[in-house]
């Protein structure tokens, strides 16, 4: 088999984003930006490729592909398919960089990275808490071993992949961004013409802490206070149900909506006052800056990510992991004053744009790639 020619630094520079094509998290989203941000005018050419799941769902590819992003899929049935046919695309598309997004897909990616012979591999961790075996935890030191950079998408991930044994030398933070034009609106939405409503953008899941946020709800209705809630994400049935079931044993069935999946959430976010992120642990919480972005004053739990994001009593309040008394206080807080929940929406606003905006993270990236572009390929 011949060595592939792989374009050098004088020329645009090739990147391959590999990706779970699943959707539902924050991962796929972020390669998607980068993808973008590159194609709307740096240096870099890019290329998505995503690892089929059960619920890729073939209409997301294809609105993709309308919107004119350059997308590969490959199949997800078994780790040896996705390397086989990743592989192949990097034998024909000739990336200098390959950047495998989140936990499972990063071994997979830089697995078929090594074998074509791609110069440089990027590992972006997505997560402060993946469900990594003592198995996939070695995988993951020997291939750090022949990456050139590992990426965190917050400093608390880049701490926890330093606490996994990944080189301090090569580890770096890059923080998640978002687009702003859909919220362009929001300074012309005060939160006093909003519904006094609460929204949670998450999906079903383990890793998210609905319970707590329902169980605060009911604290609320004791409090004289019943404000809507919705609850906007998709998730399995047996995450879901559980949920549903705790709403109506405390009565709340009629006042929490489950919507599922949702492609409004930008007017949903503008027409409420109040953003939660209720979580047991997170990466770069994009949810959480999506509902900052809007205006909404924010509430979320204190979890590495998350105390990122929010500076305490200056663009939103932190409340304790689990602690549904906590979570009433502050919810009842922004509830009953306006003025305080007005105040901390048009901080968090203008934090956003000064910190988490899709074009200062497509930015960091392009410049991580140039950095690596230039230097020689590594090697273990």
């Given at each position: 088999?011949?060595?592939?020619?792989?374009?050098?630094?004088?020329?645009?520079?090739?990147?391959?984003?590999?990706?779970?094509?699943?959707?539902?998290?924050?991962?796929t989203?972020?390669?998607?930006?980068?993808?973008?941000?590159?194609?709307?005018?740096?240096?870099?050419?890019?290329?998505?490729?995503l690892?089929?799941?059960?619920?890729?769902?073939?209409?997301?590819?294809?609105?993709?592909?309308?919107?004119?992003?350059?997308?590969?899929?490959?199949?997800?049935?078994?780790?040896?398919?996705?390397?086989?046919?990743?592989?192949?695309?990097?034998?024909?598309?000739?990336?200098?960089?390959?950047?495998?997004?989140?936990?499972?897909?990063?071994?997979?990616?830089?697995?078929?990275?090594?074998?074509?012979?791609?110069?440089?591999?990027?590992?972006?961790?997505?997560?402060?808490?993946?469900?990594?075996?003592?198995?996939?935890?070695?995988?993951?030191?020997?291939?750090?071993?022949?990456?050139?950079?590992?990426?965190?998408?917050?400093?608390?991930?880049?701490?926890?992949?330093?606490?996994?044994?990944?080189?301090?030398?090569?580890?770096?933070?890059?923080?998640?961004?978002?687009?702003?034009?859909?919220?362009?609106?929001?300074?012309?939405?005060?939160?006093?013409g909003?519904?006094?409503?609460?929204v949670?953008?998450?999906?079903?899941?383990?890793?998210?802490?609905?319970?707590?946020?329902?169980?605060?709800?009911?604290?609320?209705?004791?409090?004289?206070?019943?404000?809507?809630?919705?609850?906007?994400?998709?998730?399995?049935?047996?995450?879901?149900?559980?949920?549903?079931?705790?709403?109506?044993?405390?009565?709340?069935?009629?006042?929490?909506?489950?919507?599922?999946l949702?492609?409004?959430?930008?007017?949903?976010?503008?027409?409420?006052?109040?953003?939660?992120?209720?979580?047991?642990?997170?990466?770069?919480?994009?949810?959480?800056?999506?509902?900052?972005?809007?205006?909404?004053?924010?509430?979320?739990?204190?979890?590495?990510?998350v105390?990122?994001?929010?500076?305490?009593?200056?663009?939103?309040?932190?409340?304790?992991?689990?602690?549904a008394?906590?979570?009433?206080?502050?919810?009842?807080?922004?509830?009953?004053?306006?003025?305080?929940?007005?105040?901390?929406?048009?901080?968090?606003?203008?934090?956003?744009?000064?910190?988490?905006?899709?074009?200062?993270?497509?930015?960091?990236?392009?410049?991580?790639?140039?950095?690596?572009?230039?230097?020689?390929?590594?090697?273990?």
């Amino acid at each position: 088999m011949s060595t592939p020619v792989f374009a050098n630094s004088t020329h645009p520079i090739r990147v391959v984003h590999f990706v779970t094509g699943g959707f539902s998290g924050g991962a796929t989203q972020v390669a998607i930006q980068l993808v973008n941000a590159s194609l709307a005018g740096s240096e870099v050419i890019p290329l998505l490729v995503l690892r089929r799941k059960r619920r890729t769902d073939p209409a997301r590819i294809a609105e993709l592909e309308s919107a004119g992003i350059p997308v590969r899929v490959v199949p997800g049935w078994s780790h040896a398919a996705s390397i086989v046919s990743l592989f192949r695309i990097c034998r024909e598309f000739r990336p200098d960089i390959l950047v495998a997004h989140g936990f499972s897909e990063h071994l997979w990616g830089r697995y078929a990275g090594l074998v074509a012979g791609v110069p440089h591999l990027v590992h972006v961790e997505h997560n402060t808490r993946e469900r990594y075996t003592r198995w996939r935890r070695a995988q993951t030191r020997w291939l750090a071993r022949r990456t050139s950079r590992i990426v965190g998408c917050s400093e608390g991930v880049r701490q926890a992949l330093l606490e996994m044994g990944m080189p301090p030398e090569r580890t770096i933070a890059i923080p998640n961004g978002i687009r702003l034009e859909p919220f362009a609106e929001a300074s012309a939405r005060p939160l006093a013409g909003r519904t006094p409503g609460i929204v949670m953008v998450s999906r079903m899941s383990r890793q998210k802490d609905h319970p707590t946020l329902i169980r605060a709800v009911a604290l609320l209705r004791d409090r004289g206070l019943s404000p809507p809630v919705l609850l906007a994400g998709a998730g399995k049935r047996q995450h879901r149900a559980p949920l549903e079931r705790l709403a109506a044993e405390l009565g709340l069935s009629r006042q929490i909506q489950f919507l599922g999946l949702c492609r409004n959430v930008p007017e949903l976010l503008l027409t409420h006052r109040i953003a939660v992120l209720s979580t047991h642990y997170e990466g770069m919480p994009l949810a959480l800056i999506e509902g900052m972005a809007a205006g909404c004053a924010v509430v979320g739990s204190a979890v590495p990510g998350v105390r990122e994001v929010i500076d305490h009593g200056v663009d939103g309040l932190l409340v304790p992991e689990g602690d549904a008394v906590a979570l009433a206080d502050a919810l009842e807080r922004l509830l009953r004053d306006l003025a305080l929940a007005e105040r901390l929406g048009i901080s968090a606003q203008e934090m956003v744009v000064r910190e988490y905006t899709r074009e200062r993270m497509g930015a960091r990236y392009e410049h991580l790639f140039q950095t690596l572009a230039a230097k020689p390929p590594r090697t273990p």
